[in-house]
């Protein structure tokens, strides 16, 4: 299937996003604000990332493209990726990403070609190229573990989306080890800033998971589970 891009909201975020964000941001305000502290310590403590293992493949996450070109901070995923494939610990790169934006390319296309500048073999990089987000990013990506057979993953991104990427990632039944582009991390206030939506993120994740499963939403279940 060719990559593809929508612009209606309900097809990009899915069924039931809009009563999950609401419950999200309810139970946030009514929790003063706790549900949201106890997922942002989450947030930092994947950030801080572990010692790699040995996996099936390196998972690196799309990101927007600028120009058509890979942006500083999809580089910066792209080179830890090509890293951690140079030092063995995976015998192939999974470059995820659809077309985004105004791009005329896919974020897969423009990371396989970066990789393969940096000397990975493209036929080590397998592509997904029909997802708009991070969750479809794993939601599409699943179809290859499943189909090859894949016990784990080196999942990697920006240190701060981590978390949440790895709470997407086991919902679907994926097993991952988060491994982060210290790169890519933004500075200063800008990185407390993403922390917290970060940690909102993942609140709205839970919520909705719980959400759909009390309403017993099939549909809903679907795109999570």
């Avoid at 499943?146 to 016990?151: A, D, E, L």
Wanted: charged content about 20%; some cysteine.
């Amino acid at each position: 299937m060719p990559p593809h891009r929508s612009d209606s909201w309900r097809s990009y975020f899915g069924p039931g996003a809009a009563s999950s964000f609401l419950l999200a941001s309810a139970t946030a305000c009514l929790g003063l604000g706790l549900p949201v502290a106890a997922q942002l310590r989450r947030v930092l403590r994947t950030a801080r990332g572990a010692k790699p293992q040995a996996c099936d493949a390196v998972l690196v996450l799309g990101r927007a493209l600028r120009g058509d070109q890979p942006t500083a901070v999809f580089r910066a995923r792209l080179d830890h990726a090509a890293a951690l494939f140079e030092h063995g610990w995976a015998p192939r790169v999974v470059v995820a990403g659809g077309l985004t934006g105004d791009a005329s390319r896919s974020e897969a296309d423009a990371g396989q070609e970066y990789l393969v500048a940096r000397g990975v073999p493209v036929a080590s990089i397998l592509r997904e190229d029909r997802s708009r987000h991070t969750l479809e990013n794993l939601y599409f990506v699943r179809e290859d573990w499943r189909r090859h057979g894949w016990r784990s993953l080196l999942l990697v991104s920006d240190p701060l989306h981590l978390a949440r990427a790895a709470a997407y990632a086991e919902g679907l039944g994926m097993e991952v080890v988060p491994s982060p582009a210290v790169a890519a991390a933004p500075a200063g206030i800008a990185y407390a800033l993403r922390a917290l939506r970060e940690a909102f993120f993942l609140h709205w994740y839970h919520v909705g998971v719980a959400y759909s499963r009390m309403i017993r939403s099939r549909r809903m279940l679907e795109r999570v589970t």
